[in-house]
């Protein structure tokens, strides 16, 4: 009789670590992060994590979840960048961030200096005194290419020739710019092409 109990308690718990397995697997295929789903970008599934996740069955269109990753974005303060005597230093030291969340793509480090350069700030951010001259007319970010070293280089558009207009302003432009790019773990330093791009 011993042996039957015995044997029924043992048969018990192996039931109930089988059940908990079970509700761990489904708690992990339905409530899993994005290193093991699909998002969808530009009309299509993209695929993040496990090779042996399945595809979503229903359409890659408005009501598919996307993943968010969340970037900063960093304009400028005067009030952080005076001297004593409350003279404007235009230097890094009043570059702001804000933080924004963008989809989780292949290129957010170009998807987020392209979010820059829209220059949307909030009235609460304005509030705090943080100002952008972005967006300027015309200008837009045509690449972003990171080689092995580190170095990422932009490649802009400025048909109309808005990111010049004196040292001051030029250089807090680069800075916002150089700011944001920089935020990426991968990136060592940042350079703009062409050349003359964010120049006096």
């Known amino acids: 009789m011993n042996m ?5 308690k043992i048969l018990t718990v192996v039931s109930a670590l089988i059940i908990l397995a079970g509700f761990a697997l489904c708690v992990r295929i ?10 969808c970008s530009n009309g299509e599934w993209v695929k993040h994590g496990a090779p042996d996740t399945p595809k979503p069955t229903e ?11 969340e970037v900063k974005l960093f304009y400028y303060n005067p009030g952080l960048d005076e001297d004593a005597s409350g003279n404007i230093l235009c230097s890094r030291q009043g570059i702001a961030p804000v933080t924004r969340e963008i989809p989780a793509t292949a290129t957010p480090i170009k998807d987020t200096v392209s979010l820059l350069l829209k220059g949307e700030l909030t009235d609460t951010e304005r509030a705090d005194g943080i ?12 690449d972003a290419s990171l080689d092995d070293d580190g170095v990422l280089t ?3 558009d400025d048909p109309n ?14 800075f916002e710019v150089e700011a944001t790019a920089e935020q990426f773990a991968e990136v060592r330093n940042a ?3 062409p050349e003359d791009i964010f120049q006096p």
């Open 4 to 8: 039957k109990i015995k044997f029924s």
């Open 191 to 193: 350079r703009f092409l």
């Open 154 to 156: 932009l490649t802009f």
């Open 30 to 39: 339905f409530l899993g992060g994005p290193e093991d789903s699909w998002i």
């Open 59 to 69: 359409p890659c269109g408005d009501k598919a979840a996307t993943a968010m990753t």
């Open 131 to 142: 100002e952008t001259e972005f967006p300027l007319e015309g200008l837009a970010l045509k």
């Open 161 to 174: 020739n808005k990111t010049s207009g004196g040292a001051c302003r030029a250089g807090i432009l680069w």
